[in-house]
């Protein structure tokens, strides 16, 4: 008997969640945990590295406009950048000011894809600071590949 296994994609709305001491570990946190959507952020060997600017007026925004800016990386320049490292957030001026480099590597053949995120939304964002640590969440759209 013959088997065939077909690749389905499904279009999902998933919502991503980071938990950490600290605001800045946890947006260090959710960019791993968007990238570990497409692929096993563990098999990336961090040979490119990307510095990160990004000035907002509230945390929230600031949040979708960091993955915004990540997510860009992934669809014009073909980058994964699971590892965020010396990341700090400040007020600065009124604004919060976010700083910190990325790195990954460019997708290739031995990487294999979960799924393609198709957007970062505006909806579903939290962000909650209290003794405990923070948390943030914040929904995503994304091509969900399922072997059948």
Do not use: P, W
């Not at 096993?40 to 915004?68: A, C, E, G, P, V």
């Not at 990954?104 to 405990?132: C, L, M, P, Y």
């Amino acid at each position: 008997m013959n088997f065939q296994f077909f690749l389905v994609r499904k279009v999902k709305e998933l919502i991503i969640s980071a938990k950490a001491e600290s605001l800045e570990k946890a947006f260090s946190n959710i960019a791993n945990n968007l990238f570990e959507i497409m692929i096993d952020t563990s098999t990336l060997n961090n040979s490119t590295t990307k510095t990160i600017i990004i000035r907002d007026k509230d945390l929230k925004s600031l949040l979708y406009n960091y993955l915004r800016k990540l997510h860009n990386f992934a669809s014009t320049e073909s980058l994964v950048l699971g590892n965020v490292t010396n990341l700090s957030i400040n007020l600065v001026n009124g604004e919060y000011m976010l700083t910190g480099n990325a790195s990954g590597e460019a997708i290739n053949r031995s990487h294999k894809i979960r799924s393609q995120v198709k957007q970062i939304t505006d909806r579903n964002i939290i962000i909650k600071e209290d003794n405990g640590g923070c948390i943030l969440q914040i929904s995503v759209v994304a091509d969900v590949i399922d072997e059948i």
